[in-house]
Nanobody, 121 residues
């Protein structure tokens, strides 16, 4: 089995910063792309940022210049540094990873349980 465990969410004032982490563990053979999505109350889940194993990144327009995604392949961990936070960034943030396990010969998406980020004005 594979688990993705997130940490780093919380309450912060507008203009502040938070760093989210997501560590994958279990019967992992290889990890491809990793990334973060958010889901605000009453809205659909939407992309925040992704990063390939080689380090190529992609960001939603709403976070460009404020958020930075990175990963440590040796630790099977992806990070999201969030700066200049705005109240509209308030949401549950979910990490995901494309993982090939030791028993399944193809990449499958796995998701974390979500971490709440609340930005007060």
């Amino acid at each position: 089995q594979v688990q993705l465990v997130e940490s780093g969410g919380g309450l912060v004032q507008a203009g502040g910063s938070l760093r989210l982490s997501c560590a994958a563990s279990g019967s992992i053979f290889s990890i491809g792309a990793m990334g973060w999505y958010l889901q605000a109350p009453g809205k659909q889940r939407e992309l925040v940022a992704t990063i390939t194993r080689g380090g190529t990144t992609n960001y939603a327009d709403s976070v460009k210049g404020r958020f930075t995604i990175s990963r440590d392949n040796a630790k099977n961990t992806v990070y999201l540094q969030m700066n200049s936070l705005k109240p509209e960034d308030t949401a549950v943030y979910y990490c995901y990873a494309d993982i090939r396990t030791l028993t399944v010969g193809r990449f499958v998406d796995y998701w974390g349980q979500g971490t709440q980020v609340t930005v007060s004005s």
